[in-house]
């Protein structure tokens, strides 16, 4: 065979050695948008307070805005955080408590914005008849809650605002699942349970449920955090998020009946429940200085009671307030 004359022979390398380029530079360009094209998985808690994401799915923003998205259910915003930090989850709602905790214990990640305030999200259900009227009498009781979350924060706040001394209080770890009939069979004397669950718990007790609650002790925010495994090169991701939330926000606004039906029948509420929970709630897509106070006021309650062990963190450092700020700047409000 004979050989191709070597001014061709070169000419050939040159090619193959520019479509090498050619492939590598290709590769290269398309390679951090393929990554940013894959859905992030969002561990959602199936409670009234997810509500933005929810319409956000429903109304078909996230595929407006191109945010690929992916909700998976989980019971509470703990265990959607521990799923998170499993790696099982890119994405998460949760409340402080759980991000204090797993601060407090070096986990890292990155809170995106806060989605919902409440004040009245956990409630102490009991039984007529019981004696328990006031947080006060609680004292010596068994009281079932959610250990490590909200409820169980909010449980201690009633007490010593009652002056009443946590400790004195037989605190029983109790499941979601488990919450409701615990307290029917008389195995805890109450509850201190967020909502469903508290709506649940009167619906089993029906008149003879009595719930004691106080709306100026405490405001909770419930936010959505990013896996510190995704930060990097997710920024165009997480501010087509921060997009749709937005546009979910202002539906529930102007449409809040619609929105709130659509609570409803993801969740299987019926409408005297939906009524009930939604008295309490307001959402609003921001990241304000609010959130680091309740952030260090419940890492000094947990570590002041040896719910937790650690260093105080700087949770400055655990804010991630730049998809927000290239979509909403006025929401940001964060001294840096």
């Not at 590598?24 to 894959?38: F, K, R, V, W």
């Not at 004397?189 to 709306?215: C, H, K, N």
């Not at 429940?273 to 419940?298: C, H, K, N």
């Not at 655990?318 to 700020?325: K, R, T």
């Amino acid at each position: 065979m004979s050989r191709a004359p070597p001014a061709a022979r070169s000419r050939l390398r040159l090619a193959r050695v520019a479509s090498l380029i050619g492939w590598l530079l290709c590769a290269i360009a398309s390679g951090p948008a393929a990554a940013a094209a894959d859905p992030l998985v969002m561990a959602v808690a199936r409670l009234p307070l997810s509500l933005p994401l929810y319409v956000a799915e429903a109304r078909g923003f996230l595929s407006a805005e191109d945010a690929p998205v992916r909700i998976v259910d989980c019971d509470y915003g703990r265990r959607c955080l521990e799923r998170l930090l499993a790696g099982g989850a890119d994405l998460a709602t949760v409340a402080v408590l759980p991000l204090v905790d797993s601060a407090l214990r070096g986990e890292r990640f990155g809170v995106l914005a806060t989605i919902a305030t409440t004040r009245n999200d956990t409630k102490i259900v009991t039984r007529r008849g019981s004696g328990i009227d006031a947080a006060a009498a609680l004292v010596g009781r068994r009281v079932g809650t959610f250990v490590g979350t909200s409820a169980q924060y909010l449980l201690d706040l009633s007490l010593l605002a009652a002056g009443v001394d946590p400790a004195t209080v037989q605190v029983r770890a109790l499941q979601p699942a488990d919450a409701v009939g615990a307290l029917r069979a008389r195995e805890v004397d109450a509850l201190a349970v967020f909502e469903p669950y508290a709506w649940q718990a009167m619906q089993a007790l029906g008149s003879q449920a009595q719930v004691i609650t106080d709306r100026r002790l405490h405001v909770e925010p419930w936010s959505i955090v990013v896996s510190a495994r995704v930060l990097p090169g997710r920024d165009a991701q997480l501010r087509a998020l921060c997009r749709a939330l937005d546009r979910a926000m202002r539906f529930i606004a102007e449409q809040p009946d619609e929105a709130w039906a659509i609570l409803g029948r993801r969740l299987g509420y019926d409408a005297a429940a939906v009524a009930a929970m939604r008295r309490d709630i307001d959402f609003a897509l921001e990241l304000r200085q609010s959130l680091l106070t309740s952030l260090e006021g419940q890492a000094r309650w947990a570590l002041r009671g040896g719910h937790a062990r650690g260093t105080m963190p700087n949770f400055l450092d655990y804010l991630v307030p730049g998809p927000l700020e290239a979509v909403r700047p006025d929401a940001v409000t964060v001294v840096r």
